[in-house]
């Protein structure tokens, strides 16, 4: 089976711009997670969809948003970036709950 | 809240030699999973080995076995025969089950570098 994928892998945005990222979950897999990592903040949880509902949420401002289609794959969408968002953005797949597999990555720098 | 700890920000070993990376953990509930994940150069989150908390039993995975202790809520991962593409940034994480307030949610550890020596 083919992993997780995310597109773009780099991007490199100016302060205010918006931009959004997508993830496609491994075939068969229908909960898809975001997390994002910075070196001051570590690996910080975003939010969580099943079934195109988000389940949870992390502890971000309303500037970041997901949604989910009925193929399972996903988007998160910043708005009004600022330099703090600069951080690699990983997106995790499972079946229904467990394990997460996670993808490689959407590194985003903001200028 | 739950909350995951890693206090050695860094280690090194010979290859071959044997390692362990330490991590804690606490939570209130009785069910949950642990796992440990390798972050490589390329930063591709990578799952090592996968604990259920309601299993007595190590999980072992080749080379990976853990030490779980749940009443002192340890959880830590030796690294047997080490090789140098275990050179990554190792994670301990700690999820709820399904139904446990926070599915899916994993809250991570600050990592611990690890550098296997030639």
């Known amino acids: 089976k083919a992993g997780v994928t995310q597109t773009p892998r780099y991007l490199i945005k100016t302060r205010g711009q918006q931009v959004t990222l997508s993830c496609s979950p491994i075939?068969?897999?229908?909960?898809v997670s975001w997390y994002q990592q910075t070196p001051g903040q570590g690996l910080q949880f975003l939010f969580e969809y099943f079934s195109e509902t988000q389940r949870n949420k992390g502890n971000f401002p309303g500037r970041f948003s997901g949604r989910q289609f009925s193929n399972s794959r996903s988007e998160m969408n910043v708005s009004t970036l600022e330099l703090g968002d600069s951080a690699l953005y990983l997106c995790?797949?499972?079946?229904?709950?467990?394990?997460?597999?996670f993808g490689p990555g959407t590194r985003l720098t903001v200028l | 809240a739950q909350t995951v700890t890693q206090s050695q920000p860094e280690m090194s070993v010979q290859e071959a030699e044997t390692v362990t990376l330490s991590c804690t953990y606490d939570t209130s509930e009785s069910n949950y999973y642990l796992f440990w994940y390798k972050q490589p150069p390329s930063r591709q989150m990578i799952l090592v080995i996968r604990q259920e908390a309601y299993k007595q039993q190590n999980a072992t995975e080749n080379r990976f076995s853990v030490n779980f202790q749940k009443a002192a809520k340890s959880f830590s991962l030796k690294i047997s025969d080490s090789q140098l593409g275990d050179t990554a940034m190792y994670f301990c994480a700690f999820m709820l089950p399904e139904g446990g307030g926070a599915t899916n949610k994993l809250i991570f550890g600050t990592g611990t570098l690890l550098a296997v020596q030639p």
């Open positions: 075939s068969g897999h229908r909960s």
């Open positions: 995790a797949s499972s079946l229904v709950s467990g394990t997460q597999y």
